[in-house]
T-cell receptor
Framework: RKEVEQDPGPFNVPEGATVAFNCTYS??????FFWYRQDCRKEPKLLMS???SGNEDGRFTAQLNRASQYISLLIRDSKLSDSATYLC??????????????FGQGTTLQVKP | DTGVSQNPRHKITKRGQNVTFRCDPI?????LYWYRQTLGQGPEFLTY????????KSRLLSDRFSAERPKGSFSTLEIQRTEQGDSAMYLC????????????????FGPGTRLTVL
């Protein structure tokens, strides 16, 4: 079983749609969680950190469910520029111990006019 | 531009040759990471440094791979006797460990070095 699992998609949605991505992780000791965005042939860029209480940044909302070992990302009012691959990322230990990030395979989003 | 930089951006080499990549992290960042990414997959961790100390290495990092960060600033990743299976994007990232909780693990990536082994 992969340490971080995502549905690879692709998700094809019209502009203005709301789309949700889900991610599960296998190690209950995981401490930190992130969503990164990666455009084709570019480097991953941090989209948002995921806090235990959930957090929102504009049109983007991230949720964490530690009991189910599940992370989600909701994008409201999709824009053409949101088309990218979204990577679910987990860090296994407390911040002072290791920086190793474990990436999911990524979920591809294509927003169409 | 004060982001992470990597050189070269592209490298084409013949099987059996040695290659070296360089990464310059964000200047105040004390942690530096190397990852490898192949098509359709997320990045896979290779190794990381805190200042000049190499604190963790993945099992993916065979004895043909070596990384250094001699002065705690830039880092190099060398692959000896390259194989076709080494073809990938090699990504460098940096972060700042300063007791800010989850933010200590926010990593910022360079543009990567794309390696093609013929």
């Amino acid at each position: 079983r992969k340490e971080v699992e995502q549905d690879p998609g692709p998700f094809n949605v019209p502009e203005g749609a709301t789309v949700a991505f889900n991610c599960t992780y296998s190690n209950s000791a995981s401490q930190s969680f992130f969503w990164y965005r990666q455009d084709c042939r570019k480097e991953p860029k941090l989209l948002m950190s995921v806090y235990s209480s959930g957090n929102e940044d504009g049109r983007f909302t991230a949720q964490l469910n530690r009991a189910s070992q599940y992370i989600s990302l909701l994008i409201r009012d999709s824009k053409l520029s949101d088309s990218a691959t979204y990577l679910c990322v987990v860090n296994m230990q407390a911040s002072s111990n290791t920086g190793k990030l474990i990436f999911g395979q990524g979920t591809t989003l294509q927003v169409k006019p | 531009d004060t982001g992470v930089s990597q050189n070269p951006r592209h490298k084409i080499t013949k099987r059996g040759q040695n290659v070296t990549f360089r990464c310059d992290p964000i200047s105040e960042h004390n942690r530096l990471y190397w990852y490898r990414q192949t098509l359709g997959q997320g990045p896979e961790f290779l190794t990381y440094f805190q200042n000049e100390a190499q604190l963790e290495k993945s099992r993916l990092l065979s004895d043909r791979f070596s990384a250094e960060r001699p002065k705690g600033s830039f880092s190099t990743l060398e692959i000896q006797r390259t194989e076709q299976g080494d073809s990938a994007m090699y990504l460098c990232a940096s972060s700042l460990l300063s007791g800010r909780g989850i933010r200590d693990n926010e990593q910022f990536f360079g543009p990567g070095t794309r390696l093609t082994v013929l």
